[in-house]
């Protein structure tokens, strides 16, 4: 399975981006697919994850303000990220499970 992960670039806080993941090869494979971000200096962190029958799951900090999304037919995932703050500044990386394949991260900075 391959991941392409786009839509990351600079936005102004209280901005919005939308990201996508697509996936290809051998898609019948993945069943939970989310998106992961790292910022400089700190771990990666789950933002956002969306199972095959469509239940999502957020992290505290994105709550309200990102939506996660997944079209099953074009095999791809979206984040649509509102009210960006600069602190939202990281890599984001897409993520499908269940056997941990990885897109190759699209950056997103928020300047304040």
């Known amino acids: 399975v391959q991941l392409q992960a786009s839509g990351g670039g600079l936005v102004q806080a209280g901005g919005s981006l939308r990201l996508s993941c697509a996936a290809s090869?051998?898609?019948?494979?993945?069943?939970?697919m989310g998106w992961y971000r790292q910022a400089p200096g700190k771990q990666r962190e789950l933002v956002a994850a969306?199972?095959?029958?469509?239940?999502?799951n957020y992290s505290d900090s994105v709550k309200g303000r990102f939506t996660i999304s997944r079209d099953n037919a074009k095999n791809t995932v979206y984040l649509q990220m509102n009210g960006l703050k600069p602190e939202d500044t990281a890599v984001y990386y897409c993520?499908?499970?269940?056997?941990?394949?990885w897109g190759q991260g699209t950056q997103v900075t928020v300047s304040s």
């Open positions: 993520h499908a499970a269940p056997y941990g394949y």
């Open positions: 090869g051998s898609t019948f494979s993945i069943n939970a």
């Open positions: 969306i199972s095959s029958g469509g239940s999502t």
